[in-house]
């Protein structure tokens, strides 16, 4: 059965992580890591957010496969903080890309043989598409915040990293907030209400 639109979607942004993944042993540089970071924080918001629910509703057997997903993408998560606090070039920073690409792949692994083959069979093709859309627009909007915070989500920030944000916002009088403050505060001036 070939892959559904949502699956094709997936997929499609797992071959672009590991190309990114080679750029990144081969050259490694602060642009290509800020990229990979928003692709991949922002993929793993956008499949928690629209496609995990989905596949939980419609497979319901597959809920612990649905939650062990999740607890791959913190865990990378931890791996990603770790690597974008090591500096480019280093071996500290090579070994901590090792560490994060290992623990995507083994996600990326179990995703593509369980879960990905499941929705495949859950969603008739009008409801995958209708997923992919909505999975594209919650990755697109995910990137676009990210990408305003240099791809570091705002709860791994420092209080003089979202401090020096928040004056990037145009936000006023921030030095005096607590860290809570200004993670809301930004929040809001990265997320307007339409």
Known sequence: MPDNAVVAAIKNDHRTLERMFDQLRKNPDEKTLAEMSILFVAHGKAEEAEVYP?????????????????????EAE????????AEPGTEDFTARLEK????????????????????????????AARVAEAFHQAEEAEKTRLAAT????????????LVAQAERQGLTGVSSRTKDELKTELHAALNPKV
């Open 78 to 85: 931890e791996h990603l903080r770790a690597l974008q606090a």
């Open 100 to 127: 994060f690409v290992e623990s995507v792949d083994h996600h990326v692994e179990e995703e593509e043989s369980s879960i990905l083959p499941e929705l495949n069979q859950a969603l008739t093709e009008d409801e």
């Open 150 to 161: 240099s791809g570091r989500d705002l709860d791994a920030m420092s209080k003089e990293e």
């Open 54 to 74: 989905k596949l939980a509703v419609k497979s319901p057997e597959d809920k612990g496969d649905v939650f062990h997903g999740v607890e791959e993408h913190r």
